[in-house]
């Protein structure tokens, strides 16, 4: 069985490290906020200018003046800052920011990343998505492995628009979790009830599954 997009959030979150500063794009990375494990202590930045991001807000307690740079209404922790977005990419460039998680369309399996354009599709813009891989020390991608069509996410070579070249370090989708290496994607871990050969028949790119492979728990 598949993982739902909160279990891809709660396995990403389990990615952050004590002092990490980190960046949570639109989509599923979001949900991430929510996931923060007991006795970690990280910074969530956000690039419209915003250090010291918390969970989303219960309903009702919602403001709409308080948003992170995907328009969510989100809270602030003690000692958060609030300045302009001018601050907030010199930051991002700066390379201040540990860890990026983003949603994509699509990821090589050089470590390419499409994640802000479809042709012939409006969009409002690419956001900070090329400033945060291009200067994020650490890149992890959440997605589901397959597109509305059933078609494979996880490619050769993407076919969209790129957003960032041989960045992504980790791709964690609802089938399982995988390190980008020389073999390409690297599977580390299985999504509980899905099977190696449902991955290998899912995945478009180079795919190696490693001969520890765990189950992945959330």
């Not at 389990?14 to 002092?19: N, P, T, Y």
């Not at 202590?41 to 969970?55: F, H, T």
């Not at 948003?67 to 609030?82: C, D, E, H, R, V």
């Not at 945060?132 to 509305?148: G, R």
Request: glycine share 12%; proline share 4%; with cysteine.
């Amino acid at each position: 069985m598949a993982l739902d997009k909160v279990q891809i959030a709660q396995r990403i979150a389990k990615e952050l490290q004590d002092g990490f500063y980190v960046n949570l794009g639109i989509g599923i990375p979001t949900l991430v906020a929510n996931y923060i494990p007991e006795g970690i202590d990280v910074v969530l930045q956000s690039e419209n200018g915003l250090l010291g991001m918390g969970p989303f807000p219960y309903e009702g307690e919602e403001d709409a003046d308080l948003i992170n740079a995907g328009k969510q209404t989100i809270t602030t922790l003690p000692g958060s800052a609030i300045f302009d977005s001018a601050m907030s990419f010199g930051m991002i460039r700066a390379g201040k920011v540990h860890l990026t998680v983003l949603g994509a369309m699509e990821v090589a399996d050089n470590g390419d990343i499409a994640n802000w354009k479809i042709p012939k599709k409006l969009v409002k813009g690419m956001g900070g998505a090329m400033d945060l891989v291009a200067s994020a020390k650490n890149i992890i991608v959440a997605m589901q492995h397959t597109n509305p069509k059933g078609e494979s996410k996880l490619l050769s070579n993407c076919t969209l628009p790129l957003t960032g070249v041989g960045c992504v370090k980790k791709v964690v989708t609802d089938l399982g979790v995988f390190d980008i290496n020389e073999h390409g994607f690297y599977c580390i871990e299985i999504a509980p009830g899905v099977t190696a050969d449902e991955i290998k028949a899912k995945t478009a790119g180079r795919l190696v599954i490693a001969d520890d492979v765990k189950k992945m728990v959330v």
